[in-house]
């Protein structure tokens, strides 16, 4: 989207939002194969993405503004520093026992 001449941040927001459902999904039912419930980790899923997504964001922002790297650099950093933060929760937080 941002080489059709859409800012990087409705880019970022647009792509993210649009996934939010089919990761969680994937990510039950396929990457950990999970058997717990679905409201609890539902929730615990959409926490992951937001402190995921407001990262990415942060990374966004900072690389276009303060650094001034282009708009394709700077989305494939945030989405690297968002890729290992949506991991490490989904993998420690999210898809673990429903005792929380």
Do not use: C
């Given at each position: 989207?941002?080489?059709g001449?859409?800012?990087?941040?409705i880019?970022?927001?647009?792509?993210?939002?649009?996934?939010?459902?089919?990761?969680?999904?994937?990510?039950?039912?396929?990457?950990?194969?999970?058997?717990?419930?679905?409201?609890?980790?539902?929730?615990?899923?959409?926490?992951?993405?937001?402190?995921?997504?407001?990262?990415?964001?942060?990374?966004?922002s900072?690389?276009?503004?303060?650094?001034?790297?282009?708009?394709?650099?700077?989305?494939?950093?945030?989405a690297?520093?968002?890729?290992?933060?949506m991991?490490v929760?989904?993998?420690?937080?999210?898809?673990?026992?429903?005792s929380?």
């Amino acid at each position: 989207m941002v080489a059709g001449g859409v800012s990087p941040y409705i880019a970022n927001i647009g792509g993210y939002l649009t996934s939010v459902v089919l990761g969680f999904v994937v990510s039950k039912k396929f990457v950990f194969r999970s058997d717990g419930k679905f409201v609890a980790e539902g929730a615990r899923y959409l926490a992951a993405f937001l402190i995921s997504f407001v990262l990415n964001f942060l990374v966004l922002s900072l690389t276009l503004t303060m650094l001034h790297w282009g708009a394709i650099v700077s989305q494939l950093i945030a989405a690297a520093a968002y890729t290992v933060t949506m991991y490490v929760l989904t993998r420690w937080f999210v898809f673990q026992s429903d005792s929380l």
